[in-house]
């Protein structure tokens, strides 16, 4: 067992465990399907009464193996690998929340994440309420319904880099008996393990840093086993009471701590069909190998990056948790080290018309709809991934039209801060053209 390896161990032996004369590396399973020997066995498996594989969509060993690695980098107790990060907060969410359900959303989650929430599952009858992440917990409490299920926010919110206080919000969640969803993409199992501060579920999109080159969208659920399902079972009588679809297996009875994970995978996978491509899975397995390393140059430069800019005349501000002073710096040592991520934002004293002249100049550090990769990259959210919201919404996001999201990767950080220079002794929009003067 590698219980009580170090994150960089897990990172590199966990997962595919070969047997004698057995591939040393993790092998692709490109198969759609499993071979058994008599009718019975097959029939077993559909019931439940047996674990194995008979259908990719619903379970992979190459994509088991990989979905263990993250599961022992957050301590979980179970964990399953999604098509893309949008799937995984999906079933993460709706695993639990049905037509007539309610959820508490932090304002300042991704812009994906908030689509899907508050418009396409407002449509499937699940309602939200929006909460600021900085609210008190008595601010928080209200927030509440009768028919709440459960509590969604980022660690570390992308792009406004507000660093939840895990702490506050699971106690709100708890105090109201649902659990804690947290997504943590951005600080990644390496900078933030949010278990260990309250969170009961943790998803991730696996396309960022755990990927880490840009090769493959993917998701990623995991669960503590913290939450006592049975204990609240007329909240969550998809978990606790009998499943039609499977004979009327009751899955807390079943799996115990495994129920959330084993409902989310033979339920809504087998319904849904989001499984991750097992060649995908390969892909993430490599990236998860060097994923200590990369956070660890990542951060460094990033970190470089802020305070540089943070001196720059043509910059107005800079928000980079990791920076003593900001808002976050103290949240960010308590839950992350310090660390955070590779993700700055900044704004220019020329607004938004200089943000975008300053881009067109930038040619180390790429304008991609991506993030957290090894390559430096950059996009201004407000005209991009953002686009569909009013800038009242932008704003609630955390996300000011001025906003430049900045991806530092793992060049050398000489070549970045080079690029950044000349980029910004192009810019001539100045703070009086912006205000039309
Ligand atoms: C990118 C992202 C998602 C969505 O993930 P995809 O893999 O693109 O579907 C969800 N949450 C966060 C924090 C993200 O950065």
Redesign the pocket.
Known sequence: MSMGYAKETICIQSGWKPKNGEPRVLPIYQSTTYKYETSQQMGKLFDLEEEGYFYTRLQNPTNDCVAQKICELEGGVAAMLTS????A?YYAVFNICEAGSHVVLSSTV?G??FNLLTVTMKKMGIECTVVDPDASLEELNKAFKENTKCVFA?TLA?PALVVLDIEKFAMAAHGHQVPLIV?N??ATPVNCNPFQWGADIVTH????YMDGHAMS???AIVDSGNFDWKKYADKYPGLCSPDESYHGITYVDKFGKKAYITKATVQLMRDLGSIQSPQNAFLLNIGLETLPLRMERHCQNALQVAEYLSGHEKVAWVNYPGLSGNKYYDLACKYMNGKTCGVISFGLKGGRAAAEEMMDHLSLAAIVTH??DARTCVLHPASHTHRQMTDDQLLEAGVAPDLIRFSVGIENVKDIIADLEHALSCIETDARMRDGK
């Open positions: 893309s990060g949008q799937a907060n991704y994906g994440t980022e992308n997504d993409t951005f999109s696996t396309t960022k969208v993917g998701g993030v957290a």
